[in-house]
Structures are given as C-alpha cells and as structure tokens.
C-alpha cells in the first residue's frame, strides 16, 4: 500500500538554525499538510497547500514558518530560524482531492529537538 | 482552545470485551469527524469517519456514533483485541482541510 514517507526521522538543530524537514506524499495525491505533536500534547494542524499554494493555515503558522513543493514529489516544511518551542513531532499528511471528506494519509513524522 | 476533548487519557479493556472510547467537541460547525489510531514511532493511521448528516458508521469492528445534540463521538470496538492497543485520537473539521485533533486516549487491550 502506498504510504507518506518522510526525512530525516529524527533532526537535532541548533536554536536559531534553519531546518528543513521533508516528505514525499502518495502519488496521486493532491492535497498536503504539516501537524506538529508537542511532546505529551494533541496533534495541532499547521498548513494545508492545494495547488502549489497554501489553503489554510494555523495561527501557528507564523513568518518563520514555510511550505514549498520544489518539484512533483517533495513537499517540505521550512523553519527559518528554530526555538526551543519548535522542539515537537512533525507530521505530514496527504489526501486525494476530487472526492469530498478523505481521510488525509500520515507519515511516521520527524521528531526535531531543538537544543 | 480545546475545540475537541479526549477526557480519558488511557482505558483498559479484556480482550473480546467492548472498547468505548469517547470525545465531545464544542464548535457545532464541525461538518465531518475521523477516529485515527497511532503507535509509537508512527504516524496515525486512519480507522473510520462519520459526516455530520449520519448518526452512526460501521466497518467491521469499529463503529463510530455520532450525537450531535449532546456534541459527542464515540468509537466503538468490539471485540477488543491486544493489536488494538494505541493511542486513539479523534479529530473534527470544519469545513476545508483544517482538522481539529483530541488529545488521544491511550488503550491497552489485556489478553
């Protein structure tokens, strides 16, 4: 069965550093997403991006934050510069787009610790 | 803001007895609900969904009651097996792409 693949599995950054996390959705999907898991708290959406553009997003989603899909299979979450607060699971999800209410698609997500 | 509440962080259950697991929400614009099962070091992984215009939806094991009256969800596993045993995370859109997730309830099936 097709799955979400996301890299690295575990990202250790400096604070203030850059960090870029990647995904590679299901193929044929069109919709994608980032949620981030703070340790011991709920899932939390960031962004949805439909089109090479963003469709939604959190008020988590602040400037330090963004999405691009560089070519047809990537589709990354930037930091620009991390806090100690950035340190959570990183999700990404992806659903099919033409047919109403389907269920998005997770990957196994990127644990970032911010030092 | 906690759009969606898991109030039960763990249950334990017998197995081939009943899982209840249960989640209320407080926004009644939430149009469509999802239950998603997660396991450590993965992500979650869907399990069933229910739109707003149904009361209850069944695919095996699982059924997923909704009353929209009293805003609650509830998932229901029967028989509980030890694979059952993750964290259950409800979650609610309102319109969009944008789903509001509960804060999971951990279930531990005793064989």
Sequence with gaps: ?115 | DQQVKQNSPSLSVQEGRISILNCDYTNSMFDYFLWYKKYPAEGPTFLISISSIKDKNEDGRFTVFLNKSAKHLSLHIVPSQPGDSAVYFCAARITGNQFYFGTGTSLTVIP
């Design chain 1, 1 to 115: 069965e097709p799955e979400v693949t996301q890299t690295p599995s575990h990202q250790v950054t400096q604070m203030g550093q850059e960090v870029i996390l990647r995904c590679v959705p299901i193929s044929n999907h069109l919709y994608f997403y980032w949620y981030r898991q703070i340790l011991g708290q709920k899932v939390e959406f960031l962004v949805s991006f439909y089109n090479n553009e963003i469709s939604e997003k959190s008020e988590i989603f602040d400037d330090q934050f963004s999405v691009e899909r560089p070519d047809g299979s990537n589709f990354t979450l930037k930091i620009r510069s991390t806090k100690l607060e950035d340190s959570a699971m990183y999700f990404c999800a992806s659903s099919v787009q033409g047919i109403s209410n389907q269920p998005q698609h997770f990957g196994d997500g990127t644990r970032l610790s911010i030092l």
